[in-house]
């Protein structure tokens, strides 16, 4: 039998054989954590009912007003790469649950502060990172204890829950408006045979300058935000409409080589106009034959899909013309309608059609509408119409209104609510302090790090508020303590009351989400040992 090789060692006058330099893991580790929980006290003084908005100027001169967690880190322009992933940190929320998106990065900063201190301690970032974990499941557990279940059927728990998103928003003053209309629009695209999926793509939200927020309405039905044509006296109203969705062009045809023809004298000329007079008065002929008397054209980028000459004709014909249709709203539009779209004159039929009993155009602040209702056989599919005074309000009621569907969203996919105010994270903090005393070594250490990490988000919510934060977390954790899970910040008193009785609520999902993808980037940062450039 072969003995075992033997390595010999180098003499030295010390025990330690080898010297590793770990300054420059450090430094980076360091650099990453730092510029991290930069980005998030950047938006940290965002957070809550009373949190403060932020002015972004874009490049282009464009000024933007909002408290969005998810729109300030998108519109900043970082850098640094460890930053970087706060800000996909923001985006991975708002896609999973919508609302949250400042939660999660004010989390992700509060968890490498206490990171920094664990490795100043000297204890490895595996053992950091695979404590997080633990602790990040055990927090789901926990969360999903405190929750309550919540029925489709339950509107009145559905409109606070979306009213507590729009709390903290610009447009917060109109909540008891635009948080019914959120629940409503939901509630009207979920399909009884899938009734845990929502589709937002299914609500459009149409935006039109002029009124004020008050004047956004729900409409059951579609709305263009385009006139119709009035070229030679083109119809403005159509009941009993019949309504074709074309992708064709109502024009003459053109080459497909790029080429020019010469006429050399009038006979000509008279015979191509001619044609061309028969070519479209031919086509109107087969739309009209149908019964066809409302035509949605799609934009051509080839070439006009209607000439003036066409609509004279339309016009004529008593059939009334939307053009310039968007390509991508085509999908959305036959859906609403039950119809289908039209590529080809040849395949003009009239079971291709929808059928409308109104279709009609109405003046609304300076620009006009078309409005379609009375669809017959409406496919599952809604438009919110929402208003506003200037641009910056309408585009911030826009944002706003997006995430108090998307909490309407997270209620229909996990039907549980729990309580706001910063109430479930010092349950959790004071639950994982608890359990982080029955385990040993440094995993209890990283534990109670954690526990400690999450009362930030109470602390802010104080701080923002303009009250006391110590204070305020002090007495949190008291009550929490004598049994009272559901006491939380009320900002608006200015004390801790029982935050379900005051209907601040929010779905299980967002508190969940927030957690587990905050744990998870925060693990990636600290794994990260070197930044390697590639030129």
Same mark, same amino acid.
């Given at each position: 039998?072969?003995?075992?090789?033997?390595?010999?060692?180098?003499?030295?006058?010390?025990?330690?054989?080898?010297?590793?330099?770990?300054?420059?893991?450090?430094?980076?580790?360091?650099?990453?954590?730092?510029?991290?929980?930069?980005?998030?006290?950047?938006?940290?003084?965002?957070?809550?009912?009373?949190?403060?908005?932020?002015?972004?100027?874009?490049?282009?001169?464009?000024?933007?007003?909002?408290?969005?967690?998810?729109?300030?880190?998108?519109?900043?322009?970082?850098?640094?790469?460890?930053?970087?992933?706060?800000?996909?940190?923001?985006?991975?929320?708002?896609?999973?649950?919508?609302?949250?998106?400042?939660?999660?990065?004010?989390?992700?900063?509060?968890?490498?502060?206490?990171?920094?201190?664990?490795?100043?301690?000297?204890?490895?970032?595996?053992?950091?990172?695979?404590?997080?974990?633990?602790?990040?499941?055990?927090?789901?557990?926990?969360?999903?204890?405190?929750?309550?279940?919540?029925?489709?059927?339950?509107?009145?728990?559905?409109?606070?829950?979306?009213?507590?998103?729009?709390?903290?928003?610009?447009?917060?003053?109109?909540?008891?408006?635009?948080?019914?209309?959120?629940?409503?629009?939901?509630?009207?695209?979920?399909?009884?045979?899938?009734?845990?999926?929502?589709?937002?793509?299914?609500?459009?939200?149409?935006? /039109? =300058? &002029?009124?004020?927020?008050?004047?956004? %309405? @729900?409409?059951? +039905?579609?709305?263009?935000?385009? !006139?119709?044509?009035?070229?030679?006296?083109?119809?403005?109203?159509?009941?009993?409409?019949?309504?074709?969705?074309?992708?064709?062009?109502?024009?003459?045809?053109?080459?497909?080589?790029?080429?020019?023809?010469?006429?050399?004298?009038?006979?000509?000329?008279?015979?191509?106009?001619?044609?061309?007079?028969?070519?479209?008065?031919?086509?109107?002929?087969?739309?009209?034959?149908?019964?066809?008397?409302?035509?949605?054209?799609?934009?051509?980028?080839?070439?006009?899909?209607?000439?003036?000459?066409?609509?004279?004709?339309?016009?004529?014909?008593?059939?009334?013309?939307?053009?310039?249709?968007?390509?991508?709203?085509?999908?959305?539009?036959?859906?609403?309608?039950?119809?289908?779209?039209?590529?080809?004159?040849?395949?003009?039929?009239?079971? /291709? =059609? &929808?059928?409308?009993?109104?279709?009609? %155009? @109405?003046?609304? +602040?300076?620009?006009?509408?078309? !409005?379609?209702?009375?669809?017959?056989?409406?496919?599952?599919?809604?438009?919110?119409?929402?208003?506003?005074?200037?641009?910056?309000?309408?585009?911030?009621?826009?944002?706003?209104?997006?995430?108090?569907?998307?909490?309407?969203?997270?209620?229909?996919?996990?039907?549980?609510?729990?309580?706001?105010?910063?109430?479930?994270?010092?349950?959790?903090?004071?639950?994982?302090?608890?359990?982080?005393?029955?385990?040993?070594?440094?995993?209890?250490?990283?534990?109670?790090?954690?526990?400690?990490?999450?009362?930030?988000?109470?602390?802010?919510?104080?701080?923002?508020?303009?009250?006391?934060?110590?204070?305020?977390?002090?007495?949190?954790?008291?009550?929490?303590?004598?049994?009272?899970?559901?006491?939380?910040?009320?900002?608006?008193?200015?004390?801790?009351?029982?935050?379900?009785?005051?209907?601040?609520?929010?779905?299980?999902?967002?508190?969940?989400?927030?957690?587990?993808?905050?744990?998870?980037?925060?693990?990636?940062?600290?794994?990260?040992?070197?930044?390697?450039?590639?030129?």
């Amino acid at each position: 039998m072969a003995s075992p090789a033997t390595v010999a060692l180098p003499r030295s006058g010390s025990k330690t054989e080898s010297y590793v330099d770990n300054k420059r893991k450090e430094d980076v580790r360091q650099s990453n954590i730092l510029s991290a929980r930069t980005v998030a006290d950047t938006v940290r003084t965002s957070l809550g009912p009373r949190g403060m908005d932020k002015m972004i100027s874009t490049s282009s001169g464009d000024v933007i007003i909002t408290n969005d967690g998810a729109t300030i880190l998108n519109k900043m322009e970082v850098l640094q790469p460890a930053a970087k992933m706060l800000v996909e940190l923001s985006k991975s929320q708002d896609s999973a649950a919508g609302d949250g998106t400042t939660t999660v990065v004010v989390i992700a900063g509060a968890l490498l502060r206490q990171c920094l201190s664990l490795l100043s301690h000297g204890i490895h970032p595996t053992v950091i990172s695979d404590s997080l974990h633990k602790a990040a499941l055990k927090a789901v557990d926990v969360l999903t204890a405190m929750a309550v279940p919540v029925e489709l059927s339950d509107r009145e728990s559905l409109v606070k829950s979306a009213s507590t998103s729009l709390n903290s928003k610009v447009v917060s003053q109109y909540s008891s408006l635009l948080a019914p209309l959120a629940v409503d629009s939901v509630l009207s695209v979920v399909d009884p045979a899938k009734p845990d999926i929502v589709d937002l793509r299914d609500i459009k939200i149409v935006k /039109k =300058l &002029g009124g004020t927020v008050d004047d956004t %309405e @729900l409409i059951k +039905g579609l709305v263009f935000d385009k !006139k119709v044509s009035h070229a030679s006296g083109g119809l403005t109203r159509m009941e009993n409409a019949k309504i074709a969705v074309i992708q064709f062009q109502i024009s003459p045809p053109k080459t497909d080589i790029e080429q020019s023809i010469v006429v050399s004298d009038y006979a000509q000329m008279d015979r191509i106009l001619k044609e061309e007079r028969q070519y479209i008065l031919g086509m109107i002929k087969k739309i009209k034959a149908t019964g066809c008397n409302v035509l949605l054209i799609q934009k051509s980028i080839l070439r006009d899909a209607v000439t003036d000459l066409s609509l004279h004709y339309l016009a004529k014909a008593k059939i009334l013309v939307v053009k310039d249709v968007e390509r991508d709203e085509i999908e959305f539009i036959t859906k609403t309608l039950n119809c289908l779209p039209i590529a080809n004159i040849e395949h003009f039929r009239a079971e /291709k =059609l &929808g059928y409308a009993d109104l279709v009609e %155009e @109405l003046p609304v +602040g300076d620009g006009k509408i078309v !409005k379609i209702t009375g669809i017959k056989d409406m496919g599952r599919t809604t438009t919110v119409l929402v208003r506003g005074s200037n641009q910056l309000v309408l585009d911030e009621a826009e944002r706003s209104l997006h995430d108090a569907l998307c909490v309407v969203r997270c209620l229909v996919s996990k039907r549980f609510l729990i309580a706001g105010g910063g109430a479930p994270e010092i349950e959790l903090s004071r639950q994982l302090g608890a359990w982080a005393k029955v385990l040993h070594g440094m995993e209890g250490y990283c534990v109670k790090s954690f526990a400690e990490a999450l009362e930030v988000i109470p602390y802010t919510l104080a701080e923002n508020a303009g009250l006391n934060p110590i204070a305020i977390v002090t007495e949190l954790r008291n009550r929490h303590a004598q049994g009272e899970i559901n006491a939380g910040i009320n900002v608006r008193k200015g004390q801790i009351t029982n935050i379900l009785e005051e209907n601040v609520v929010q779905p299980l999902l967002v508190s969940t989400s927030a957690i587990t993808l905050a744990t998870e980037c925060v693990r990636m940062i600290l794994k990260i040992d070197d930044i390697v450039t590639v030129r």
